[in-house]
């Protein structure tokens, strides 16, 4: 196998791809070999030989228009070779004759996404595209920065647990299978013997063995010792993030609780395409990463690996109960604890959970490349995976309870499902049995207009099956529907002092914004926007109680029982 992976590079226009051959070997020459051909033929001959030759392609870019076939038609044919491969389509500035082809092939993932030509300077408009796709292939494929080592049983439910943990929560990090010299070698630095449960290692060698999710992220992440804030907001999901951003960058002291992980459903979303201001898309981990970056800036802060488990209140004050026994005293809360994906009722299924059955998407490439999976859901969530494993599985099947695909999903997504030919689609069926050794190998399923049972080879099972709100904990603290989704506003049906605000729930002071409320959109961007307008009218709020109580000035400790005021962020 060649060190270098390539990039390899398709324009007939022989000087516009002499002068693209040049700029990228100057800027990425180091790190890939750069090739270049000039027909369609060539190339997909080239890159035939290229994976005969076990040779690593990180970068595909082709020109839109060329004689023997369109630069997408080249890059649907070159996938076919290089799954994993980054797919770019080369067009000209002011080309509208290009516009179909580009949302067309970003829509139904056929490219990834595309560069102008001309692009001088290459430092503006070559360059930063470019690293981009290079940096998406080397995070999937050849991942180095390791701040954490988890050494675990492969498979297991609980080492796949402790990695999505520090995925979702931005703590780049390493496995290393129990058994192997790798892990042995770790082991024998810490002083830790190898009695089978997991260990992560630190960056300053601390060894934790079989470490609980609270300890692991203290020893990660930010623990504030001080609870009292002027907003606590439970859930960093994306209405929690932008409610955390908004809050904190106007002044207000504010905590985030989060159970799990950062980002909620949106974090597993593999690629959201209908983002305001992402024409290429964007992954909902990256997407996510960068709000609670941006809310940490401001100086939010974080509490992870909690749960909250009552709420209630205290004099003017919102008293929110942790599971470690702490509380967090606040003069306003905002809940947006999201929904959580409904388990699959079968019998035995969760033995193999985090060991070929999962609940998100967040499935590394290398984990299902060349295998059979399934995907059972009939959402946009599902579809949306199902075409990101499609990349890489051998075969993918969609398993729909439902008789028909374009009643809970979109019809993008539905065209892009029927025109990928390793996916089969399987309505009005459902999942009867699982069966495996160690690991999932197998399912049965029984067609429920003809009854009739079969099974289907599978070495993972992705389940996206419908959503249920999380406020078990909020008891009856706020009015909720029928269903477990917070009223709010206007829909609120208790006896109230006042009429709520938009947001607001029947608890004064408490709103709800996101997933977990009653009639909301289930759609990120409504959940952004959600939680920003809470923002507004949690100002609102307060300033009403601040001329209730003319003590009470924004940023001093006097707005608070105990006084205090939480640190600001160490950059």
Known sequence: MTERPAIVILDDDPVALSALL?????????????????SAGACLDALAAMKAASEEVALLVADLWMPEMTGSELLARAHRIYPAAKRALLVAWGDRAASPSILQGCAFGE???????????AEVHLYPLVSEFLAEWTRAFRPGLELVKVIAPAPSPRSHELRELLTRNGVPHGFYASGTPEAAQSLAETGVLDRGAPVVVLLDGTALVDPSNAALMDAVGESPEELRCDLA??????????????????????????????????????LIRNYLGFPRGISGAELMQRAYQQAWLFGAKYVFAREVAGLSQSGGYRVLSLSDGREITARAVLVATGARYRRLDVPGIDRFVGSGVFYTASTDASVVSGRDVAVAGGGNSAGQAVLHLARYARRVSLLVRGDDLTQHMSDYLVQAIRRTENVDVRLSTEIVDVQ?????????????????????????????????PQTEWLATAVECDDRGFIVTGADVTRDVARRPLRLETSMPGVFAAGDVRHGSVKRVASAVGEGAIAVQLIHEYLSEERAEDPASVPGT?????????????SA
Not at 22 to 38: E, K, P, Q
Not at 245 to 262: D, H, N, Q
């Open 233 to 270: 907001i439970v859930g960093a999901g994306p209405a929690g993030l932008a409610a955390a951003v908004y809050a904190a960058s106007e002044g207000l002291r504010t905590l985030v609780v989060e159970r799990e992980v950062v980002g909620g459903q949106a974090g597993s979303s593999v």
């Open 436 to 468: 495996g050794l160690h690991h999932i190998e197998e399912v049965t399923v029984r067609d429920r207009s003809r009854g009739v049972l079969e099974s289907i080879p599978t070495q993972l099972l992705l389940v996206m099956i419908g959503v249920l």
């Open 557 to 569: 400790a006097a707005r608070l029982p105990t006084g205090g005021a939480l640190r600001a962020p």
């Open 22 to 38: 040049d700029a990228l070997a100057r800027r990425f020459g180091a790190d890939y070999r750069v090739v270049s051909h000039l």
């Open 111 to 121: 490219l990834d996404n595309y560069l102008y030509k001309p692009w001088s300077p």
